[in-house]
């Protein structure tokens, strides 16, 4: 197979250095960004007379063909095409004839797989985003049906204060709103089109960039073209933007291990989301949060290596560029992936409340409204700290909750408590008296419920 650069070239090159230099393996995910430029390139330059409207014609009818026929299978995209663009040529002027060889008239493969990159990118940021909502919308249900139930929330991994579980799963929704909205900036920041830069320093033919960018739905043309063929950054950010969702879908995994081990029993997993063990009959593992939170240091090696590639490049386009496909296509293949089935296990999880609640009985999570208690009746914080200090002790000593501490045992301690302590402790009160915005109480939440639907409902 000849090369479309064959011409300097006397001599054939090495295999061994052809298929080195070769893309095809991977930048066949292109074809259909490459045609959909093809065809807005040649619309554009019957539009300027460097075409004619004949020659447009059977130039996209030609496209056409190509797409449909890869699609259904009938044309097979090969290693006998260095990379996409070779094999979309190559096969529309052994259709169409001469008429072929015009397609890239004002075009470098240059300009062109950097409008590819960039169509593909923005696609797949589309996709993301759509499973994104879907794991907000799935989280979203879980905090609509457990504003009352009561849960430990923890700082260092200790039993803090009590939350619920609509409140703990709020926080999350929160994280991935970040996430769409850090997508939806790279998406917008990005979509500018590349597409007759050339090479890089433009061409001679009259070409209409702005008509071509409007063609493939971008907000204008590019403003510097040695800028236009090696700018990657957009790439950098989605990876960047890709390791934040892997990261905060990783922290819920873990939550989630931690929570359908036999000391939490927290969770139920659904059998279609866990395994057994080929030796223990009594495990149910939960492998798909531990292989979400393991692929995560997949997405992380990603933006480090494509950080690592552009670092030390010189205007404007070096082959070095051609590492970030393969990173690229294997991060977003894999966040959508992890996304998906993330979203898929806890819609079909099962949530253990009555154990939640005893968990956050049992761990003293209300101490500090036993405390607000006593400074309530007039002691001082400092006093009241250290006087349930000696309660939980107490009710260490007695292997017991503060809930079920004697009101002896309290007042022998503080003569300041009286029978209403129990309810002041209680998992309602302390819960529903935490009325600020961002807290746990159920008037505030219903209220970011509300909210959390409505941005969902406009998106």
């Known amino acids: 197979m000849a090369q479309l650069w064959g011409g300097r070239f006397t001599k054939e090159t090495d295999k061994l250095v052809y298929n080195f230099n070769a893309s095809i393996s991977f930048d066949q995910k292109f074809y259909r960004q490459d045609i959909r430029g093809s065809k807005a390139h040649v619309q554009m330059l019957a539009k300027q007379g460097i075409l004619t409207e004949e020659e447009r014609d059977s130039i ?26 070779s094999f979309v040529e190559a096969n529309l002027i052994e259709r169409i004839g001469d008429a072929g060889k015009k397609l890239h008239t004002g075009r470098s493969r240059n300009d062109q797989v950097a409008l590819d990159m960039k169509l593909y990118v923005r696609d797949e940021i589309d996709e993301l985003d759509k499973e994104l909502k879907k794991l907000l919308e799935a989280l979203l249900k879980i905090m609509e049906e457990n504003v009352h139930t009561y849960m ?6 200790q039993k803090a204060q009590p939350v619920t579980l609509a409140h703990h799963v709020g926080a999350y929704f929160e994280m991935f ?12 920041r990005m979509n500018t089109c590349p597409l007759g830069a050339g090479a890089l320093a433009g061409t ?20 510097n073209s040695m800028d236009s063929v090696s700018d990657r950054d957009y790439v950098i950010e989605l990876l960047s933007a890709l390791s934040a969702i892997m990261m905060h879908l990783s922290r819920f995994s873990e939550e989630i291990i931690l929570w359908n081990s036999n000391e939490y029993r927290f969770v139920e997993i659904d059998d279609a989301y866990s395994t057994g ?12 949060a531990e292989l979400v939170r393991g692929k995560t240091g997949r997405v992380y090696g990603a933006l480090m290596s494509i950080l690592t590639t552009m670092k030390g490049i010189p205007l404007a386009y070096n082959k070095d560029m051609q590492e970030d496909k393969e990173l690229t296509f294997d991060a977003i293949d894999t966040t959508k992936g992890c996304i998906a089935l993330f979203t898929g296990m806890i819609s079909t999880m099962e949530f253990c409340k009555d154990n939640m609640e005893a968990s956050a009985k049992n761990g003293f999570t209300n101490a500090t409204d036993a405390a607000d208690y006593l400074v309530n009746h007039g002691v001082p914080f400092r006093d009241a700290h250290g006087i349930v200090g000696q309660l939980v002790l107490t009710c260490i000593e007695k292997g017991i909750s503060l809930d079920e501490l004697p009101l002896s045992e309290y007042q022998a301690i503080s003569p300041v408590f009286e029978e209403d302590i129990y309810d002041a402790i209680s998992m309602s009160t302390c819960v529903e008296k935490r009325m600020t915005l961002g807290a746990p109480g159920p008037n505030v939440m219903e209220t970011v419920i509300q909210e959390n639907k409505t941005y969902l409902e406009e998106e």
């Open 152 to 157: 430990p929330g923890f700082t260092h991994l």
């Open 177 to 188: 709103k970040r996430d769409r909205g850090r997508l939806f900036d790279i998406r917008k």
């Open 204 to 223: 001679t033919y009259p070409l209409d960039r702005e008509y071509t960018a409007e063609l493939l739905g971008f907000d204008g043309p590019t403003k």
């Open 277 to 288: 063990s080929s030796i223990m009959p009594q495990k149910k593992n939960p492998d798909i």
């Open 60 to 85: 996209i009818e030609g496209l056409d063909g190509i797409l449909k026929d890869v699609e259904e299978g009938k044309l097979l995209i090969t290693s006998e095409y260095e990379d996409i663009h």
